[in-house]
């Protein structure tokens, strides 16, 4: 049943060249400002609305976009909560963590990803990343309010923060405790103050955009006037940096490459279904144009038909087909995504992730676009979210944490960081920062150097000191499930286990003729059982089952 919520609040003050005074007057005695809250927890939440909430934010053309998570021992969890919403008080928020991570990308993509609709937020250059790496949301035409606000007269060395602007803009005081900005976002259902909270950040940066836009260019501005005159912040991460006359300038964004948070998808086709013979015209393989033009080209071979073109070599080849392996390479693939049939915008997916494979035994490493499948975008991100479920479930089982936990490469020493952060605040701002704040800071810094007074000197050393100390016990994630499952069932089990979650959670209707979990298994486990050659690693790590042993022999 759908559990979505029309919450009915308090009415907006409607501000015009008359009534902005009272709106200022109304907006001092109360932070709210929500006319409609949209709560989302479900998927036929946002089936049954959707069309209202899209035709609402392209009429409004900008729109306030924030993020609210929860923090479990200093380990950021993903995003709970989605908030957007426009500067008349219609909000949306959308509870990602209540939400099908499968669904995720496809709901809101088309929103979020939108041209025509700037989002707007302090530090949202942040809250966007997160999104992306949390669920593979790609916002773009974002812009962070403090490169329009730092050059507003009233806010010169004020705080720029969103309480800051709100506050001194708006005359808006909004409720920052940390009781409700910590609070837990992932509850079964959110408290009235919770809803209230993160409704009025998203209003408010949206309402801060339109007062700066009206400080600026007059009542009567458009927002496309604006827009041109914010073109060089957008999809841009907010940086300040003093000068000599400790006076924060805007690092110029044009001069910074801009790092896209998605590879773009493949321009040309991945299979050129070019054919490889033997000498007596048997069929080798399937390859790439350029690969066929290479044997041509060296004299290996000689072009025999143009469609499709096929290259017959003039040598005998180390191997013939055999068994799965070499089978499955004499297929022909398609150009499509494996999942859902479409035939433009790929990306490259690796069933068995790299950072996995890179310490298989070098034959495991051989010929591998078997686990190379041709996934379109949305389907490819999909598959990267889930993934990162079956990396929790390994980080878990092998002991193997990644990401910012206690064990990655480099800690970070807090203690030294207070003091680093100290020194930074009192060399950049501090003739801004009253006396008694001062003299904390500086103390900070000399309790750590163990000294009486902290000169410039030692600021200026403390500034730049190293906030990172080297784990000696840091052993790779990949490389600890490597090792993990050497021991642990062998590595013929852990490509089974890659190969069979793709399958189960993306339900593939298009994959190559052959295409197996247990591919490569049985001709590597015939070279170990025979001893046709010998290895650079201990057989015992691929797991050669007592079943598969004896069918190779009863086969011979």
């Not at 209540?98 to 809250?127: H, Q, R």
């Not at 080209?297 to 040598?315: H, M």
């Not at 089974?496 to 298994?521: A, G, T």
Request: aromatic share 10%.
């Amino acid at each position: 049943m759908s559990i979505l919520k029309y919450l009915p609040l308090k009415s907006l003050a409607v501000a015009s060249a008359v009534g902005f005074l009272a709106f200022k007057l109304v907006s001092n005695r109360s932070a709210t400002m929500r006319d409609k809250c949209v709560l989302i927890e479900t998927v036929s939440d946002w089936e049954l609305y959707e069309a209202k909430i899209i035709n609402e934010f392209i009429n409004s053309k900008v729109i306030g976009l924030d993020c609210e998570w929860v923090t479990v021992e200093d380990k950021r969890k993903p995003v709970s909560l989605l908030q957007l919403a426009n500067k008349e008080g219609f909000c949306v928020l959308i509870r990602l963590s209540c939400m099908p991570e499968w669904s995720i990308t496809a709901l809101f993509s088309p929103l979020l990803e939108n041209k025509f609709i700037l989002k707007v937020g302090v530090g949202v250059y942040e809250d966007v990343n997160k999104l992306f790496n949390d669920y593979g949301l790609d916002v773009n035409n974002f812009l962070d309010l403090r490169y329009l606000a730092h050059d507003v007269e009233e806010l010169q060395g004020k705080s720029l923060s969103l309480k800051s602007l709100a506050y001194e803009l708006l005359n808006i005081d909004l409720n920052k405790s940390k009781s409700l900005r910590c609070s837990n976002w992932d509850a079964p259902i959110l408290s009235k103050q919770q809803v209230n909270y993160a409704a009025d950040d998203a209003i408010v940066a949206a309402k801060i955009f339109a007062e700066i836009k009206r400080r600026k260019l007059g009542w009567f501005s458009t927002n496309d006037d604006y827009f041109n005159k914010c073109e060089s912040f957008i999809d841009m991460p907010f940086r300040l940096t003093p000068d000599s006359n400790n006076k924060d300038k805007i690092v110029n964004p044009i001069t910074k490459s801009q790092k896209n948070r998605y590879s773009r998808p493949r321009q040309k086709q991945m299979y050129d279904n070019c054919q490889l013979l033997a000498p007596d015209g048997e069929l080798l393989s399937m390859c790439d144009r350029t690969k066929a033009q290479w044997y041509i080209y060296k004299g290996l071979g000689n072009k025999v038909n143009d469609d499709p073109f096929t290259v017959q070599l003039n040598f005998e080849p180390s191997g013939r087909p055999t068994l799965d392996k070499v089978f499955f390479y004499c297929k022909e693939k398609l150009n499509s995504c494996v999942v859902c049939g479409k035939t433009e915008n790929f990306h490259r997916k690796v069933v068995v992730p790299s950072e996995y494979r890179k310490y298989f035994p070098t034959l495991m490493k051989k010929g591998l676009s078997h686990d190379v499948l041709l996934l379109c975008m949305h389907c490819h991100k999909k598959s990267n979210i889930l993934d990162q479920q079956m990396r929790h479930k390994l980080a878990v089982l092998c002991d193997a944490p990644f990401g910012p936990d206690k064990d990655v490469q480099n800690k970070l020493d807090k203690e030294i960081s207070k003091v680093k952060s100290a020194a930074m605040a009192l060399s950049s701002y501090k003739h801004k920062i009253p006396e008694q704040r001062r003299e904390e800071l500086k103390n900070v810094i000399a309790n750590y150097y163990e000294v009486a007074t902290a000169t410039d000197e030692l600021v200026e050393k403390a500034k730049n000191i190293d906030t990172n100390s080297s784990n000696s016990n840091f052993i790779p994630h990949g490389q600890r499930v490597y090792e993990y499952f050497c021991e642990n069932g062998g590595l013929f089990e852990f490509e089974k286990m890659w190969r069979q979650h793709f399958l189960d959670i993306m339900k593939p209707q298009y994959l190559p003729d052959m295409w197996s979990v247990e591919h490569n298994h049985k001709r590597l486990a015939t070279k170990i059982v025979n001893h046709k050659r010998e290895f650079d690693f201990d057989e015992k790590i691929l797991g050669l089952t007592p079943d598969l042993v004896k069918e190779i022999k009863e086969l011979q």
